[in-house]
């Protein structure tokens, strides 16, 4: 009796995108790792009108927060898994940040390699226009596909007396001791801001440079990187990492596609150098 229905588990239920994601993060890298961890993180969803009638979306102003479920539509195993599940070899188990690489099965973590990709994630309601809703404290990549989206209440989805593993509260192993700019940094910014400022989900340089403290507060390095100790590594990602003149490691941010590179003390302080637009990014015409 406590066995599974074979002809339950083989079925499947077509579903398709309601909305897609205009998100600040250009890629992967630099996307927090939870939501509301950092509150600039701005991201408009763009609604299929042709699906979801604009009149859908009347009354959800009125709450601060919603959930949004969505496709982990970048997942590197995405296409294995959909289109070969034999071939897909799910990890039953995953490294976990805070836990330096440490693995834990693969449903104690929120890990995107999952045997349905779908994520589940909170965000701060802005605004809605029409057929799109203005979001904060995203950790959504642009592009995201969204299958639905809910409204958050208190009172049924806060619980109270909670409980979670003492590693999920360590989030100190991943806060960095400080974020401080060069002293061009702002004007080289200025400088890139024009080509931008019209697609951009930010009203000022100086509001886009108080994203990318917020992003950098975090280490967003991944697990080998923090670990790698110098640039011969044989699993170097050089969209995420590059090499100085003086064999130091130059780190790479992509946010609404300006390229911003850093790099880390060996006291966890971060020094974000320099911002150029990134070789991928659309230029409008002028």
Known sequence: MLQPKTDMLEM???????????????????????????PLARARLMFDTTRVPPAS????????HCWIIYVFHLNTDLDKLWKDPSRSKLKAKVRVPRLKGE??????TRSPHRPCPIGLTVAKVESVQWNSVL???V????????????????????IEGAVVPHWVKMDDLLVVASVNFTDDFFATLTNCWPLIDKKSLYASPEEFQRLVKQVLSWDIRSVSQRTQNDETSAKLDTEQVSVDEGRHM????????????YRITSNSNVVVENVTISPNTNIPPK
């Open 250 to 261: 130059i780190y790479h941010l992509n946010l609404e596609g300006l390229d911003i590179t």
């Open 139 to 158: 950790d959504l990549v642009d592009g995201t596909p969204i299958l639905d989206v809910k409204p958050y209440l208190p009172y049924c989805d806060s």
């Open 12 to 38: 499947t239920y077509p579903m398709a995108p309601i909305a897609i994601t205009r998100s600040c993060f250009s890629t992967r890298n630099g996307t927090p790792r939870q939501p509301l961890i950092v």
């Open 135 to 137: 979001l904060s404290g």
């Open 57 to 64: 979306l009347e009354g959800l102003e009125e709450y601060s």
């Open 103 to 108: 693995k834990k099965g693969l449903f104690a």
